[in-house]
């Protein structure tokens, strides 16, 4: 008898799980917008004969009841928790580190010597037309090597980097890989986000006077202000795990002068840094109002010298340190630009002795450095 | 519509169920037609009427073969319900390969067709066929009423994936059923079963054989290589036993008695027993309506050689339409001959576990030549497996590839033998207090568990953060 009780158990509660999954489902509210995932999710598929006879329907159907399935973001959470128990290193892209440090996973096949080669051959052009110096930034995978799981892969960018000297000659690179390297100990680089911190853009900015024999401006590393400690950026949201927040800090130097920023030659700020950024995902857009084709700064130090940086988003939290070297500093994110660059930054060497800058992480730069002279 | 999918497991499958549970006796039926008919349109609304085209033709073919039975119309009738069936299969799934043979053979550039494949056409002409030529043969009463045979053919938990059922196994079952609440226990068990075999094992095991499949061939090691192909020889067969799995479990579950399609083939110690446990149902098929026909072992050795090369031809070419195929299917042969003619009695002598080793060898390179589409692929990926491209044969990649997925691999391991079931058998038969109250509670726990896991791998399939701060 308890057999035959144990059998319909069994049944009952399997059917029971379908049917209330089922009904819950029926009665769940449809979403436009998934904030776990940052995307519009796809919503119910207008219904005609021919896209049901070419199965279009059908398809976009199952992604609809798919994106909206009730408890949706818990179900990933399971999921990830499920990969984490088997061990699993490599999610989403990203690899779960130690000290719960998230890590950008870069393929090393798709970054090819080829590329490689027309990448620096085309920013050798600019560095030869400009005499312009370059700074390409080590991505974490490199520096955090021994947070990384055992024998994880990554593009070995010290390599690409030598060959980088090779190609642009030792006086254009700023060797920004040994100084990160040798701090490797100390917060540079988000633990859920795949940007550098204020500190690992102060090592970099250490590197960069170093090679312009330049004497660095006093930033206190222990006054730096703590101004946000919620920060889960794009590493944690593609691994949907829970991740430890971040903080972002800033030096108070950097604030001292009154700047005036032109964004995109017609919004004027008064300020390099954007507070409503951190009440959103997306906090690294606090520094320099995250992505811009063209931002023009006066910084309010006197001086002659203007700066023009050819850059990724590494480059916004570094900008304000370099500040008190120039009275302007342009700042140009080639990926929004297609017309003819040099005639372009020709109209701003006009004013005087401007210096120029390229400043990518490797891996932006490899991916997205194109230009038309 | 799959069975690993929100749609089906959340809107089909509890409404179906539903309706046909509380319709009574011989309005089963019609429910079922119903769903299998909504099942196959969902996806392919238009081969629908090449699907009831099929019904419609064996069905009068069956009733004129009964009816003309021993005479030589029978006969003709029996060639033209094949021919059809062959023409249907033909046309569909081989023309656009005949096509490009011939251009390649003549240097002629005829227009390839490019239809899409039918889904499960290779299946349901095969249970057709089985049907006609049983009554041919006597072996199946002649079924009259259209809605039992539409069923029989349109059975939404076999029509995509198999069991290839011959219509004897379920004459009676289509016609009266009543599974008793074992039975549907039974079935849902499967089922769960099955689910998680392809979505927690296939599928995570294929995302490791796309991610290697998609490599330089001439830059990957033999260890990263054989990762590769062993994840790829562990997904197809928990993708496929898992669908059939899932297919007999629903079929318990409205009282069938589907046959069994796979008896955990990778223990195999011989080729010979691996295709007794792979794929069961086609193999079968093969060996009861052309194997045996064609003479089998009865008329010498020279012509059962031949009858095995002609079976395996068919078999390789069955499973999709190209030369690799077919090569796949001859490498087979030659192995199922070998043991017919010496290897087998060397391997009856040996300790089983060197049998093991070979088939596994034979089965491995096999899938090399089942999965990889061009003969440059092929070479150049048994050359990364045996070490002769120059790469060092273990690297980091391989390492840290093997340390990612150890875990599931073990898993698949142990999933590929009876182990699971016969600790559960011994755990059903065990009478001290402790042992039995295990029993009931993973009873109750695991299916529930295994359920709810599989759910999320499904849903999660979907997960795509759209990163527009990528900078």
């Not at chain 1, 994880?152 to 990160?180: H, N, P, Q, S, T």
């Not at chain 1, 660095?216 to 946000?228: C, L, R």
Request: glycine letters at 6%; proline letters at 4%.
């Amino acid at each position: 008898m308890t057999h035959k009780k144990d059998t319909w158990f069994t049944v009952i509660v399997i059917a029971a799980i379908l049917a209330a999954f089922t009904v819950a489902d029926f009665f769940n509210e449809e979403r436009l917008f998934s904030a776990t995932e940052n995307r519009v999710l796809t919503s119910r598929p207008q219904f005609s004969i021919q896209t049901f006879l070419d199965g279009s329907f059908a398809k976009d159907y199952e992604n609809y009841v798919t994106d909206q399935f009730v408890s949706r973001d818990k179900w990933i959470r399971v999921k990830t928790g499920a990969d984490i128990l088997m061990q699993k290193k490599l999610i989403g892209g990203v690899y779960l580190c130690s000290d719960d440090y998230l890590i950008e996973y870069h393929e090393p096949a798709d970054y090819p010597s080829s590329m490689q080669e027309e990448k620096l051959a085309l920013l050798k052009t600019l560095v030869d037309r400009w005499d312009a110096k370059v700074m390409l930034v080590p991505t974490a995978d490199n520096i955090l090597t021994d947070k990384l799981p055992a024998n994880a892969i990554y593009l070995d960018e010290r390599a690409f980097l030598d060959r980088a000297e090779e190609v642009l000659g030792a006086d254009a690179c700023i060797d920004v890989y040994g100084m990160l390297a040798e701090h490797s100990g100390e917060d540079i680089y988000y633990r859920t986000d795949h940007h550098w911190t204020s500190l690992g853009a102060y090592y970099g900015y250490l590197a960069w006077a170093q090679a312009n024999n330049m004497e660095p401006y006093d930033y206190a590393v222990d006054k730096m202000q703590t101004v946000s400690t919620d920060f889960y950026g794009t590493l944690q949201a593609k691994t949907g795990t829970a991740g430890r927040a971040d903080n972002i800090r800033i030096f108070p130097e950097t604030l001292k002068r009154p700047v005036k920023v032109t964004y995109d030659f017609s919004v004027q700020k008064t300020g390099i840094y954007e507070e409503s950024y951190l009440d959103t995902r997306n906090q690294y857009g606090y520094f320099l109002d995250d992505n811009h084709p063209f931002i023009e700064i006066s910084t309010g130090y006197r001086n002659e010298k203007s700066l023009f940086i050819l850059k990724d988003s590494y480059a916004n939290c570094l900008i304000p340190l370099l500040k008190p070297h120039y009275g302007k500093i342009y700042v140009m994110d080639l990926r929004y630009f297609n017309g003819s660059l040099f005639p372009f930054m020709e109209t701003y060497a006009e004013q005087g002795n401007m210096d120029v800058l390229v400043l990518y992480n490797c891996i932006h730069f490899l991916e997205d450095f194109r230009y038309f002279q | 519509m799959i069975f690993s999918s929100v749609l089906f497991l959340f809107r089909f499958l509890p409404i179906f169920l539903l309706c046909y549970y509380l319709v009574p006796g011989r309005a089963k039926n019609i429910v079922l037609l119903a769903g299998s008919l909504i099942f196959y349109a969902w996806g392919e609304p238009v081969y629908i009427l090449l699907m009831l085209f099929s019904i419609l033709s064996d069905y009068i073919h069956g009733i004129l073969i009964g009816r003309f039975r021993g005479r030589k119309a029978a006969k003709r009738l029996l060639v033209s319900s094949i021919v059809i069936n062959l023409l249907l299969l033909g046309f569909f799934k081989y023309a656009d390969f005949l096509i490009g043979l011939i251009n390649t053979a003549s240097g002629a550039s005829i227009p390839l067709l490019k239809l899409p494949l039918p889904i499960g056409i290779s299946f349901y002409t095969f249970q057709t066929m089985s049907y006609t030529i049983d009554v041919y043969r006597g072996e199946a009463k002649v079924q009259r009423n259209f809605l039992d045979f539409a069923v029989f053919v349109t059975m939404f938990p076999q029509l995509i994936a198999g069991p290839i059922v011959k219509y004897r196994q379920v004459e009676e079952d289509l016609h009266l059923r009543k599974p008793d609440i074992e039975q549907i226990r039974r079935g849902a068990m499967r089922f769960i079963v099955g689910l998680a075999k392809k979505v927690l094992l296939a599928n995570n095991l294929g995302q490791l054989w796309n991610m290697i499949a998609a490599m330089d061939y001439s830059e990957i090691s033999g260890l990263t290589a054989w990762l590769g192909i062993l994840a790829f020889a562990f997904q197809i067969y928990f993708d496929f036993s898992g669908y059939s799995d899932m297919a007999i479990g629903l079929g318990d579950c409205m009282g069938f008695h589907f046959p069994e399609n796979f008896k955990y083939p990778y223990i195999s110690a011989s080729v010979t027993e691996f295709w007794r446990r792979w794929h069961i149902t086609l193999s079968s098929w093969f060996k009861e309506y052309v194997y045996i026909p064609l003479g089998g072992n009865r008329k010498g050795l020279a012509r059962q050689i031949f009858n095995i090369l002609v079976v395996w031809m068919l078999t390789g070419i069955w499973h999709g339409a190209g030369i690799n195929f077919l090569l796949w299917g001859l490498w087979f042969a030659l192995f199922l001959i070998l043991e017919k003619l010496f290897l087998g009695k060397i391997l009856r002598a040996v300790p089983p576990m060197l049998g093991r080793i070979y088939t596994w060898l034979v089965v491995i390179v096999g899938w090399v030549l089942f999965e990889l589409p061009s003969f440059d692929a092929i070479l150049g990926y048994l050359r990364a497996m045996f070490g002769q491209n120059g790469v060092l044969f273990i690297d980091r990649r391989g390492m840290y590839l093997n340390a990612e997925y150890s875990i599931l691999f073990a898993l698949a391991v142990i999933g590929s033998t009876p182990l699971v079931s016969r600790l559960s058998a011994g755990l059903a038969q065990a009478k001290s207090g402790g042992a039995i109250a295990l029993r009931r509670v993973l009873e109750k726990v695991l299916p529930a568990a295994l359920l709810l896991l599989s759910i999320a791998y499904i849903v999660e399939a979907s997960y795509n953060p759209f990163l527009y701060f990528r900078f």
